[in-house]
Protein backbone atom coordinates (compact mmCIF):
# COMPACT_ATOMS: atom_id res chain seq x y z
CA UNK A 1 0.00 0.00 0.00
CA UNK A 2 1.05 3.58 -1.14
CA UNK A 3 2.59 5.53 1.85
CA UNK A 4 1.00 8.85 2.97
CA UNK A 5 2.54 11.48 4.89
CA UNK A 6 0.76 14.26 7.52
CA UNK A 7 1.56 17.12 9.25
CA UNK A 8 1.92 16.03 13.09
CA UNK A 9 -0.49 18.21 14.41
CA UNK A 10 -3.10 21.53 13.71
CA UNK A 11 -4.83 22.99 15.69
CA UNK A 12 -8.49 24.90 15.34
CA UNK A 13 -10.93 26.84 16.77
CA UNK A 14 -14.08 25.72 17.75
CA UNK A 15 -17.37 26.12 15.63
CA UNK A 16 -14.36 27.03 12.38
CA UNK A 17 -14.19 23.93 9.86
CA UNK A 18 -10.84 21.83 10.19
CA UNK A 19 -8.82 21.25 7.07
CA UNK A 20 -6.65 18.40 7.20
CA UNK A 21 -4.18 18.04 4.61
CA UNK A 22 -2.52 14.13 3.34
CA UNK A 23 -0.35 13.54 0.63
CA UNK A 24 -0.04 10.54 -1.60
CA UNK A 25 1.96 10.99 -4.06
CA UNK A 26 2.51 7.51 -5.03
CA UNK A 27 -0.95 6.47 -4.76
CA UNK A 28 -2.35 3.70 -7.24
CA UNK A 29 -4.79 3.85 -9.84
CA UNK A 30 -6.57 1.07 -7.75
CA UNK A 31 -6.24 2.39 -3.92
CA UNK A 32 -8.50 4.26 -2.17
CA UNK A 33 -8.22 7.17 0.47
CA UNK A 34 -9.24 6.20 3.54
CA UNK A 35 -9.73 8.24 6.72
CA UNK A 36 -10.26 6.81 10.35
CA UNK A 37 -9.79 8.86 14.01
CA UNK A 38 -8.75 8.11 17.06
CA UNK A 39 -10.17 9.73 20.23
CA UNK A 40 -8.13 9.42 23.59
CA UNK A 41 -8.73 5.57 24.78
CA UNK A 42 -10.88 4.79 22.12
CA UNK A 43 -10.06 2.63 18.98
CA UNK A 44 -10.15 3.92 15.54
CA UNK A 45 -13.46 5.08 14.31
CA UNK A 46 -13.85 5.25 10.61
CA UNK A 47 -14.77 8.49 9.09
CA UNK A 48 -14.95 8.30 5.53
CA UNK A 49 -13.53 7.03 1.93
CA UNK A 50 -13.07 8.05 -1.79
CA UNK A 51 -11.47 6.83 -4.72
CA UNK A 52 -11.23 9.97 -6.93
CA UNK A 53 -14.53 11.75 -6.61
CA UNK A 54 -14.94 14.24 -3.50
CA UNK A 55 -17.38 12.45 -0.94
CA UNK A 56 -19.95 13.70 1.98
CA UNK A 57 -21.77 12.03 4.68
CA UNK A 58 -22.56 13.28 7.81
CA UNK A 59 -19.60 13.30 9.71
CA UNK A 60 -17.38 14.85 7.16
CA UNK A 61 -16.01 15.74 3.28
CA UNK A 62 -13.10 14.53 1.05
CA UNK A 63 -11.37 16.20 -1.34
CA UNK A 64 -9.06 14.30 -3.39
CA UNK A 65 -7.55 16.53 -5.70
CA UNK A 66 -7.74 15.37 -9.71
CA UNK A 67 -4.12 14.13 -10.16
CA UNK A 68 -5.39 12.20 -6.76
CA UNK A 69 -1.85 12.53 -5.24
CA UNK A 70 -3.19 14.59 -2.56
CA UNK A 71 -6.47 14.87 0.01
CA UNK A 72 -8.07 17.15 2.34
CA UNK A 73 -10.80 16.36 5.11
CA UNK A 74 -12.70 18.67 6.04
CA UNK A 75 -14.67 19.17 8.88
CA UNK A 76 -17.01 21.72 8.94
CA UNK A 77 -17.93 22.66 11.84
CA UNK A 78 -15.37 21.52 14.30
CA UNK A 79 -16.36 20.74 18.12
CA UNK A 80 -14.40 19.59 21.30
CA UNK A 81 -15.22 16.42 20.78
CA UNK A 82 -13.68 16.28 17.16
CA UNK A 83 -9.85 16.63 19.23
CA UNK A 84 -8.27 13.52 18.38
CA UNK A 85 -5.87 12.37 16.42
CA UNK A 86 -6.50 11.40 12.27
CA UNK A 87 -5.38 8.89 10.38
CA UNK A 88 -5.31 8.84 6.16
CA UNK A 89 -4.72 5.45 4.86
CA UNK A 90 -4.65 4.37 1.61
CA UNK A 91 -5.22 0.93 0.71
CA UNK A 92 -6.36 -1.41 -2.37
CA UNK A 93 -10.28 -2.41 -1.43
CA UNK A 94 -9.53 -6.13 -1.39
CA UNK A 95 -11.41 -8.32 0.83
CA UNK A 96 -10.30 -10.56 3.31
CA UNK A 97 -6.37 -10.65 4.57
CA UNK A 98 -5.47 -7.66 2.08
CA UNK A 99 -8.04 -5.53 3.81
CA UNK A 100 -5.84 -4.62 6.67
CA UNK A 101 -5.10 -0.90 6.97
CA UNK A 102 -1.49 0.23 7.54
CA UNK A 103 -1.56 3.13 9.98
CA UNK A 104 0.84 5.85 10.02
CA UNK A 105 1.47 8.29 12.81
CA UNK A 106 -1.50 10.46 11.83
CA UNK A 107 -2.10 14.17 12.65
CA UNK A 108 -3.03 15.09 16.22
CA UNK A 109 -5.93 17.31 15.81
CA UNK A 110 -6.69 19.83 18.95
CA UNK A 111 -9.86 21.85 18.75
CA UNK A 112 -9.47 25.24 21.09
CA UNK A 113 -12.98 27.23 22.65
CA UNK B 1 -24.41 -4.81 20.91
CA UNK B 2 -23.91 -2.71 18.01
CA UNK B 3 -20.18 -2.63 18.00
CA UNK B 4 -17.04 -4.68 18.47
CA UNK B 5 -16.81 -5.33 22.49
CA UNK B 6 -13.24 -5.95 24.19
CA UNK B 7 -12.73 -7.48 28.01
CA UNK B 8 -10.81 -6.62 30.26
CA UNK B 9 -10.67 -2.99 29.15
CA UNK B 10 -7.54 -2.92 31.28
CA UNK B 11 -5.20 -5.93 32.47
CA UNK B 12 -2.23 -5.75 34.72
CA UNK B 13 0.19 -8.91 34.62
CA UNK B 14 3.51 -9.86 36.39
CA UNK B 15 6.71 -10.41 33.90
CA UNK B 16 6.08 -13.85 33.01
CA UNK B 17 2.10 -14.64 33.37
CA UNK B 18 0.20 -15.49 30.90
CA UNK B 19 -2.92 -13.38 29.43
CA UNK B 20 -5.87 -13.94 27.52
CA UNK B 21 -7.37 -10.77 25.63
CA UNK B 22 -11.08 -11.17 24.26
CA UNK B 23 -12.63 -10.08 21.14
CA UNK B 24 -16.67 -10.00 20.14
CA UNK B 25 -16.95 -8.86 16.97
CA UNK B 26 -20.00 -7.60 15.23
CA UNK B 27 -22.32 -10.36 14.60
CA UNK B 28 -22.09 -11.01 11.45
CA UNK B 29 -18.91 -10.24 10.12
CA UNK B 30 -16.84 -12.84 8.30
CA UNK B 31 -13.07 -10.58 9.18
CA UNK B 32 -11.61 -9.80 12.04
CA UNK B 33 -8.13 -8.10 13.10
CA UNK B 34 -6.00 -8.32 15.98
CA UNK B 35 -3.86 -4.91 15.97
CA UNK B 36 -1.10 -3.91 18.58
CA UNK B 37 -0.56 0.11 19.43
CA UNK B 38 2.35 1.24 21.54
CA UNK B 39 1.91 4.95 23.46
CA UNK B 40 1.95 7.70 20.69
CA UNK B 41 2.33 5.74 17.85
CA UNK B 42 -0.44 4.10 15.38
CA UNK B 43 -2.09 0.56 15.64
CA UNK B 44 0.37 -2.09 14.11
CA UNK B 45 -1.39 -4.93 12.39
CA UNK B 46 -0.81 -8.66 14.49
CA UNK B 47 -3.54 -11.27 12.95
CA UNK B 48 -6.46 -11.52 10.16
CA UNK B 49 -9.00 -14.38 10.61
CA UNK B 50 -11.53 -14.78 7.73
CA UNK B 51 -14.08 -16.80 9.71
CA UNK B 52 -12.31 -19.29 11.55
CA UNK B 53 -9.20 -19.18 9.47
CA UNK B 54 -6.42 -17.70 10.37
CA UNK B 55 -5.00 -16.09 7.10
CA UNK B 56 -1.88 -14.25 8.02
CA UNK B 57 0.17 -13.87 11.60
CA UNK B 58 2.40 -11.87 9.70
CA UNK B 59 2.72 -9.19 12.44
CA UNK B 60 2.61 -11.59 15.82
CA UNK B 61 6.13 -10.54 16.79
CA UNK B 62 7.12 -13.69 18.73
CA UNK B 63 6.13 -17.06 19.36
CA UNK B 64 4.85 -16.58 23.12
CA UNK B 65 1.25 -14.54 21.00
CA UNK B 66 -1.32 -16.66 19.82
CA UNK B 67 -4.75 -15.85 18.69
CA UNK B 68 -7.56 -18.03 17.86
CA UNK B 69 -11.24 -17.72 16.46
CA UNK B 70 -12.35 -20.86 16.82
CA UNK B 71 -15.83 -20.96 16.19
CA UNK B 72 -15.58 -18.15 13.63
CA UNK B 73 -17.19 -15.48 15.95
CA UNK B 74 -15.02 -14.73 19.48
CA UNK B 75 -11.75 -14.03 19.10
CA UNK B 76 -8.66 -14.50 22.02
CA UNK B 77 -5.69 -12.99 21.66
CA UNK B 78 -3.10 -14.97 24.09
CA UNK B 79 0.69 -13.84 25.07
CA UNK B 80 2.60 -16.34 27.24
CA UNK B 81 5.13 -15.13 29.50
CA UNK B 82 4.60 -11.60 29.20
CA UNK B 83 7.93 -9.15 29.20
CA UNK B 84 7.49 -5.57 29.71
CA UNK B 85 7.72 -4.77 26.00
CA UNK B 86 4.23 -6.02 25.28
CA UNK B 87 2.48 -3.32 27.39
CA UNK B 88 0.32 -1.98 24.99
CA UNK B 89 -3.02 -1.32 23.96
CA UNK B 90 -4.43 -4.47 21.97
CA UNK B 91 -7.21 -3.49 19.45
CA UNK B 92 -9.42 -5.91 17.80
CA UNK B 93 -11.89 -4.87 14.33
CA UNK B 94 -14.13 -6.49 12.38
CA UNK B 95 -15.54 -6.14 8.86
CA UNK B 96 -18.39 -7.36 6.80
CA UNK B 97 -17.78 -8.08 2.71
CA UNK B 98 -16.61 -5.36 1.60
CA UNK B 99 -17.34 -2.66 4.58
CA UNK B 100 -14.83 -0.48 6.66
CA UNK B 101 -13.07 -2.02 10.10
CA UNK B 102 -14.37 -1.37 12.93
CA UNK B 103 -12.63 -0.84 15.83
CA UNK B 104 -13.11 -1.88 19.90
CA UNK B 105 -11.93 0.04 22.55
CA UNK B 106 -9.13 -2.58 23.07
CA UNK B 107 -7.50 -3.50 25.62
CA UNK B 108 -4.66 -1.81 27.60
CA UNK B 109 -1.92 -4.54 28.68
CA UNK B 110 0.07 -3.04 31.56
CA UNK B 111 3.38 -5.57 32.30
CA UNK B 112 5.01 -4.68 35.88
Known amino acids: DAKTTQPPSMDCAEGRAANLPCNHS???????VYWYRQIHSQGPQYIIH???NNETNEMASLIITEDRKSSTLILPHATLRDTAVYYC??????????????FGKGITLSVRP | GAGVSQSPRYKVAKRGQDVALRCDPI?????LFWYQQALGQGPEFLTY????????KSGLPSDRFFAERPEGSVSTLKIQRTQQEDSAVYLC??????????FGNGTRLTVT
Open chain 1, 89 to 102: IVRVDYTGANSKLT
Open chain 2, 27 to 31: SGHVS
Open chain 2, 93 to 102: ASSGTGSPLH
Open chain 1, 50 to 52: GLK
Open chain 1, 26 to 32: TISGNEY
Open chain 2, 49 to 56: FQNEAQLD
